[in-house]
């Protein structure tokens, strides 16, 4: 079982700049996608951004220029650079992990963190 513990959201004014850090642990195979994912009030998960272990990036559009995805393979360790953060980014952000390939799609992940709150103010 793959765990995901996330940190690094708070508040922030827009135009401003935030990272989130997932730290994972538990995994069995070496190839592996770690994505990030929204979910605001009364509104559907929706991806982010994912990365693979083979480095391989995708993003959504909604973030695409603003936000950058990284990770660092030594200590399992993933982050989400935000910058030119807007209101529309206030959301609980959630790390999830699954083998093989990648996908913005939430119900293709079965390893979640919990969670952490990103407010945006403008």
């Known amino acids: 079982q793959v765990q995901l513990v996330e940190s690094g959201g708070g508040s922030v004014q827009a135009g401003g700049s935030l990272r989130l850090s997932c730290a994972g642990s538990g995994y069995r195979y070496s190839s592996y996608c770690m994505a990030w994912f929204r979910q605001a009030p009364g509104k559907e998960r929706e991806g982010v951004a994912t990365?693979?272990?083979?480095?391989?990036?995708s993003y959504a559009d909604s973030v695409k220029g603003r936000f950058t995805i990284s990770q660092d393979n030594a200590k399992n360790t993933g982050y989400l650079q935000m910058n030119s953060v807007i209101p529309e980014d206030t959301a609980m952000y959630y790390c999830?992990?699954?083998?093989?390939?990648?996908?913005?799609?939430?119900?293709?992940?079965?390893?979640w963190g919990q969670g952490t709150q990103v407010t945006v103010s403008s």
């Open positions: 999830a992990a699954r083998y093989v390939r990648c996908s913005l799609l939430w119900y293709e992940y079965n390893n």
């Open positions: 990365i693979h272990s083979d480095g391989s990036i």
